[in-house]
């Protein structure tokens, strides 16, 4: 084998399969399901490459059969937390020490396993685990965590490759050393691709972690911690520990060798461990990295020039794929008086043909939210809405009785500043202001500073000149702008996803940008003629 640097496999986004009816696709796919659909899976904590019990079990429930458990999760406590920190710190040195080329080989197996042989597991996982739709399903759990995964590799090795410039008599190079210690990833329920990916990405640049999945995820984060040790991941890189979020981020984040959290969930929780680290800094070797997605209230501006069949797409797929349960969701929309009633009507049209159900059944558009508490906060802010006047153009009803179902539900209100044009609810539930025509610059002021999110919006026009002042005064509401388009759906590579405010530190998943957190440069200079005398020319 050359020692010379090997050049990684050039990435491409992976082709998503339609699962159309009569596909082979189609057919292979609904058979795993039906198979998950009759057991439940054992979830054990992987600590140094060992499958353990936890302190106790909980099950992992069905979104759209509550009654029936996916997944029977181990539960860690203290010790087992404990023990994966120094599972963790036993596996640094000899996984900080390995060539790149071992580190990247195991993870573009992993995508290679995702989008072959583990296709139908992993998204069937995530079809009966998280009630996502075939199409959802295919686009996270498959291509955007294969895409994370094969990206990853080829912008690490962009990484390694910046090197500084070195004039005659000396050779100065960077060395890219991981952090100091161990990485914690604290992962949310609705993507399995993020779920994949926070933990992954610290460890190709030679981080070791500690990974805590949502309970509400614990199935497909079983199947992806088998797909990295089949791959060949080395024991006690990543250490998997199920159950309370807190308890691990209490015995992680009060370790001197916490170096960094990888996180994507709720504000308030990033806030808190934001804080939970500044009270922890005096006992860490250094200052740890702190990488957070935390959430948007996502925003739909249309200007009187936009066309019409387009809006409508954008905002019924925007607001109602996936139950509205994305970061990027569309969940409040500006729509301009002369526009609303061809809106409102297409929108409403669009609403009532959604497909909801059990996702089991390929044809399905929309199943059931995520868990009880969720429905919970979907009835009471539509309860709240209709109490306060609001007008409800399609939708509102909810039925907990065998799945969490919430329909896909449109509110107008005439209060731009109404509670749900500026909470995150996460949930099918898009409400519209109507604006006046004149307004246009009123209301991009509106759309600026209304929500304390900047995650990800869209405009939609025909005018050049006013999707220009679009862009200008949405500069900072939006770290993802799409521009005659839904606000969801960004691609590895092609749009790196991320927002600031309060959804969080825009490190950008799916760019290099994210990677580079995950080192700690070294400077080093090799003098190859070192000089002989201490004096200066200056001095004579």
């Not at 640097?5 to 009816?21: A, D, G, K, M, Q």
């Not at 936009?306 to 797929?317: F, H, K, Q, T």
């Not at 009785?401 to 099918?428: H, N, Q």
Request: charged letters at 25%; one cysteine or more; hydrophobic letters at 40%.
């Amino acid at each position: 084998m050359s020692d010379g640097r090997v050049p990684v496999p050039t990435p491409v986004n992976e082709p998503i399969l339609s699962y159309s009816p009569d596909s082979p696709e189609r057919a292979s796919l609904a058979a795993r399901v039906r198979d998950m659909e009759g057991q439940t899976a054992e979830a054990p904590l992987v600590i140094g490459g060992r499958e353990m019990k936890g302190e106790e079990t909980f099950d992992q429930p069905s979104p759209q059969r509550h009654s029936r458990a996916v997944a029977r999760v181990q539960a860690a406590g203290t010790k087992h937390v404990e023990q994966a920190v120094e599972a963790a710190q036993g596996a640094a040195r000899e996984w900080a020490a390995a060539p790149f080329e071992e580190r990247a080989a195991v993870f573009l197996k992993a995508a290679d396993l995702i989008s072959g042989p583990y296709r139908d597991t992993l998204n069937a996982a995530t079809i009966v685990g998280q009630s996502k739709s075939v199409h959802q399903a295919e686009i996270d759990a498959i291509c955007e965590l294969a895409d994370f995964l094969r990206f990853n590799v080829h912008y690490a090795e962009r990484i390694l490759e910046e090197q500084p410039f070195s004039p005659d008599g000396m050779w100065n190079q960077m060395d890219y050393r991981p952090l100091e210690g161990f990485v914690l990833a604290i992962t949310p329920f609705n993507f399995t691709a993020i779920a994949g990916n926070l933990p992954s990405a610290p460890a190709l640049m030679g981080n070791v972690v500690v990974w805590k999945p949502s309970e509400k995820q614990a199935l497909a984060a079983h199947y992806t911690m088998e797909i990295f040790r089949k791959a060949g991941l080395p024991d006690g890189v990543i250490n998997l520990v199920h159950g309370d979020g807190a308890l691990a981020a209490d015995v992680c984040m009060g370790h001197e060798a916490f170096a960094g959290l990888h996180f994507t969930g709720s504000s308030a929780v990033l806030k808190s461990l934001w804080k939970k680290a500044a009270q922890n800094l005096d006992r860490y070797r250094g200052y740890p990295r702190i990488v957070g997605e935390s959430g948007g209230k996502d925003f739909v501006v249309a200007h009187p020039s936009a066309e019409v069949d387009p809006l409508i797409v954008a905002l019924g797929r925007g607001a109602f794929e996936y139950q509205g349960q994305k970061c990027s969701a569309a969940s409040r929309a500006y729509i301009p008086r002369s526009l609303w009633p061809d809106v409102r009507d297409g929108v409403a049209e669009l609403a009532q043909q959604i497909t909801m159900g059990d996702v089991g059944d390929l044809s399905t558009f929309m199943g059931a939210v995520i868990d009880a508490g969720a429905f919970q906060k979907h009835k009471e802010a539509i309860a709240q809405a209709r109490a306060a006047g609001l007008e409800i153009v399609v939708g509102g009803g909810t039925d907990d009785s065998e799945g969490w179902f919430v329909e896909p539900t449109v509110m107008v209100t005439e209060d731009p500043r109404y509670d749900t044009m500026k909470r995150e609810l996460f949930g099918p539930i898009l409400t519209v202001y109507v604006y006046d025509d004149a307004d246009w610059n009123e209301t991009l002021e509106l759309v600026d500073t209304t929500s304390p999110y900047g995650l990800t919006g869209a405009v939609f026009a025909r005018d050049r000149a006013v999707i220009r002042e679009a862009d200008d005064a949405l500069r900072h509401a939006a770290g993802n702008f799409y521009i005659n388009d839904k606000p969801t759906g960004s691609v590895v590579g092609q749009q790196p996803f991320g927002g600031s405010r309060e959804s969080g530190t825009n490190d950008k998943a799916g760019s290099i940008l994210n990677l580079f957190r995950w080192v700690s440069p070294r400077s080093v200079k090799e003098t190859f003629v070192p000089p002989l005398d201490w004096r200066y020319p200056h001095m004579g």
